[in-house]
């Protein structure tokens, strides 16, 4: 998934997208999300396996689940450092360079304190799991602490690449007040 950053500069409404996993904490997001999938690809194919001899491993649904859970969290970061994420194309491309700097630093603030009150949120679930000993009504039993770590996880991994995301905003927008040569639409 390493790839060379792509320069959009040059097309009209290009937005500055940072390149592929420069993030380590983007790179260990990824990292985590391939040993989660091998981890979930060992299981199904021991659920298959013990079905053709006619036995069940009675737990690959729920494990799979939970690992299902745990990439989708883990990876958040990796999307946004990728730029897997939809963007508002539309106006992007009508707006000057101020202007699209401006929009850049309030979309990542917005973005960042939406996923601040997410993670505050897990945090809370995951201590109160923790506190009563919650667990899986399964045969299983497994303590729900345990699964449900990987989702504050998950979003502080995306808090951390928003907050770098906001800062190369800011510095964008600065440089941006500083030359004030304007490229696609109005000054704004």
């Known amino acids: 998934m390493s790839q060379a950053p792509v320069d959009l500069s040059g097309q009209e409404g290009a937005d500055e997208r940072p390149a592929p996993l420069n993030s380590i904490v983007a790179r260990v997001s990824e990292w985590l999300c391939n040993l989660t999938l091998v981890a979930m690809l060992v299981i199904i194919t021991a659920e298959a396996v013990a079905r ?3 036995h069940s491993l009675e737990m690959a649904d729920e494990v799979g689940g939970y690992l299902l859970v745990a990439i989708s969290f883990l990876s958040l970061a990796v999307c946004q450092v990728s730029g897997s994420f939809h963007h508002l194309e539309l106006l992007q491309p009508r707006l000057s360079d ?11 603030v917005l973005s960042l304190a939406c996923t601040l009150v997410i993670f505050w949120q897990l945090c809370r679930l995951e201590m109160q799991s923790w506190s009563y000993g919650d667990v ?3 045969e ?7 699964p449900r770590l990987t989702m504050p996880l998950g ?3 995306l808090s951390l690449v928003l907050l770098r995301s906001l800062f190369e905003s800011l510095a964008t ?5 500083r030359n004030p040569v304007q490229r696609g639409g109005s000054n704004a």
Request: aromatic share 16%; glycine share 10%.
């Open 52 to 54: 053709l001899f006619g």
């Open 98 to 108: 101020r202007g699209r700097a401006m929009w850049s630093v309030i979309f990542n």
């Open 136 to 138: 899986a009504p399964t």
């Open 140 to 146: 299983l039993q497994t303590p729900l602490w345990l």
């Open 155 to 157: 979003m502080f991994g």
């Open 173 to 177: 927008l600065s440089r941006v007040l």
